[in-house]
């Protein structure tokens, strides 16, 4: 079973994906901010972030870039979502970008993608879905 690290600063927001992906078969861990999901990627080694952009403390693209400098979660996939667009990064910080709302099966699709492929067949720059 994939650990998948779900990361947003709402709380209503980070309990539904919670639920959702739970229903899915993932177990799930999460995070109000990057600082802590930087800490719960390091204890729990999960399989698939899914973090929201703008957040208080460490925002997405801050954490994204704390991920991709450790050598420990460098090749972990994540998933940036935020209602704004994309965050202008000339580094290849996520791998797949969507926009909120998001359809549930379409962030739940692009889940599936990642954990289904070999680390070296994702490419960055951002997918954006």
């Known amino acids: 079973m994939a650990t998948i690290l779900l990361v947003d600063d709402d709380p209503n927001i980070l309990c539904s994906l ?31 972030v899914v973090t929201d952009w703008m957040m208080p403390r460490l925002d997405g693209v801050g954490l994204c870039r704390r991920l991709r400098d ?41 889940m599936r993608t990642l954990l289904e492929k070999p680390r070296r067949d994702l490419e960055r720059p951002h997918a954006l879905e």
């Open 70 to 110: 450790d050598a420990t979660t460098a090749d972990i996939p994540v998933v940036m979502m935020s209602a704004a667009s994309p965050p202008d990064s000339p580094e290849h910080l996520w791998d797949a970008f969507l926009l909120k709302p998001t359809p549930m099966a379409r962030l739940l699709k692009m």
């Open 18 to 48: 919670q639920l959702l992906v739970e229903r899915e078969g993932y177990r799930v861990v999460t995070a109000q901010n990057g600082e802590a999901a930087l800490a719960a990627a390091a204890l729990e080694s999960p399989n698939l």
